[in-house]
């Protein structure tokens, strides 16, 4: 089993920046996908980043198209963290924001979230305008 649990969230004003980060306990393989989702009441869960090891300090991330530039996605294996640094956040970037981890590399099948066996309790974002 894996457990992940997220902090960093809050409230922002428009403009300013929060760092989210997902401690990942238990049985965790560092070539599988991690991302962030996010979802605001009354919507779907939506897909926000992801990010998969392909070689030794070697990365693969990608975003969906509203945060390209504003957000970066991280992790840190050795540590068993994975990180979403926001920044120039507006009022519709406020969700719940979740960390998942998928048993293994998801490929480019990583936009669903079915496909992610792992997730965590979510941490609220707000921002203010």
């Known amino acids: 089993q894996v457990q992940l649990v997220e902090s960093g969230g809050g409230l922002v004003q428009t403009g300013g920046s929060l760092r989210l980060s997902c401690s990942a306990s238990g049985r965790t393989a560092s070539s599988a996908t991690m991302a962030w989702f996010r979802q605001s009441p009354g919507t779907e869960r939506e897909f926000v980043a992801t990010i998969d090891s392909v070689a030794v300090r070697t990365f693969h991330t990608r975003y969906t198209d509203s945060v390209k530039g504003r957000f970066t996605i991280s992790r840190d294996n050795a540590e068993n963290t994975l990180y979403l640094e926001m920044n120039n956040l507006k009022p519709e970037d406020t969700a719940v924001y979740s960390c998942?981890?998928?048993?293994?590399?998801?490929?480019?099948?990583?936009?669903?979230?079915?496909?992610?066996?792992?997730w965590g309790q979510g941490t609220q974002v707000t921002v203010s305008s």
């Open positions: 998942a981890a998928a048993a293994q590399s998801l490929g480019n099948n990583y936009k669903r979230h079915e496909n992610y066996d792992y």
